[in-house]
Structures are given as structure tokens and as C-alpha cells.
């Protein structure tokens, strides 16, 4: 679990997102995460970060 900001139009959003479910990350030119049921977040942490938070993550429970 990952937290993230999401960008809406009125205001950023934190939320937690299960980081198991990640398909792909694309930079174009807003990090767009899209996951393996469809559903997408553009969020405003680059590519790069949402990666380093993900591997901080499965470090911290152990996974490799």
C-alpha cells in the first residue's frame, strides 16, 4: 500500500492505493497509474517516485 495524491480539478486528494494491482505508469505529461481491473489515477507524484514508493513498500514487508 502506497499513499498518493490524486489531482482533481478543485484539489489535491491523498489516498492509499494497493500497490499489487498496478498494470502500468505513464507519463503523459500527468503520471496516469492504470490498474489490472481498468480503472486509472492521474496523480501527482512522477513515475520515478511511484516506483521508489512502491519498492520502499515491499521492502518494508519483506517482499523482493
Known sequence: M??????NKNHDEKFILNSEL????EE???TTIRLLNG????????GSEVLSKVVA???NINIR
Open 28 to 30: 503523459k505529461p500527468d
Open 57 to 59: 513498500f515491499k521492502r
Open 39 to 46: 480503472n486509472y489515477y492521474v496523480v501527482a507524484e512522477s
Open 2 to 7: 502506497i499513499e498518493l495524491t490524486k489531482l
Open 22 to 25: 498496478i498494470e502500468t505508469i
